[in-house]
T-cell receptor, first 118, second 111 residues
């Protein structure tokens, strides 16, 4: 079936503007993750959803960042009052969830949205 | 706080020249160590999960191994299509589903 999709693929905005980034996970995947990847760095965890609720938002850098997943499928990452340091590739991933804590279900990543704040 | 250190940052190999990539980690209770491959402009692609010291996984020319402090990704007789950035990541007992990534090793295989 289809993989994880993200839109837009590229977003250029001006400092201080509001942006929304969308993620469509793989059908049936209840877990959804957002990461941020700066040039030359590995992905940095932002937030994890299990169903509709944010189970772990400890990676959100500040209160300008917010994410929702109202129906347990599509998720939107929202960034208010964008700053130049927000420029990065925002990656979304989804997975099945095992309730066995010793088991990890692989995360499938989308292609990312490249955000540039001028 | 979970930490992942990968070395080298970049590696250039001749086609057929085997080598290993290193991932050193510090976690409080390892609940999985993962290797991903990332091509330019794309999201990471899952390769392996390792859970306990001594465990090994293989896929084509790649073999991942795990000790209590580090993991190695061995590449045997690499081909140009193996060129990519290889990312290591860990999940700890305190992090639930949260995964911490290293910065990756950028591998270039020259024909």
């Amino acid at each position: 079936g289809a993989g994880v999709s993200q839109t837009p693929s590229n977003k250029v905005t001006e400092k201080g503007k509001y942006v929304e980034l969308r993620c469509d996970p793989i059908s049936g995947h209840t877990a959804l993750y957002w990461y941020r990847q700066s040039l030359g760095q590995g992905p940095e965890f932002l937030i994890y959803f299990q169903g509709t609720g944010a189970a772990d938002d400890s990676g959100l850098p500040n209160d300008r960042f917010f994410a929702v997943r109202p129906e347990g499928s599509v998720s939107t990452l929202k960034i208010q009052r964008t700053q130049q340091e927000d420029s990065a590739v925002y990656l979304c991933a989804s997975s099945l969830v095992s309730w066995v804590r010793s088991h990890y279900n692989e995360q499938f990543f989308g292609p990312g949205t490249r955000l540039t704040v001028l | 706080e979970d930490q992942v250190t990968q070395s080298p940052e970049a590696l250039r190999l001749q086609e057929g020249e085997s080598s290993s990539l290193n991932c050193s980690y510090t976690v409080s209770g390892l609940r999985g160590l993962f290797w991903y491959r990332q091509d330019p402009g794309k999201g990471p692609e899952f390769l392996f999960t390792l859970y306990s010291a001594g465990e090994e996984k293989e896929k084509e020319r790649l073999k991942a191994t795990l000790t209590k402090k580090e993991s190695f990704l061995h590449i045997t007789a690499p081909k140009p299509e193996d060129s990519a950035t290889y990312l290591c990541a860990v999940r700890s007992s305190g992090g639930y589903q949260k995964v911490t990534f290293g910065i990756g090793t950028k591998l270039q295989v020259i024909p």
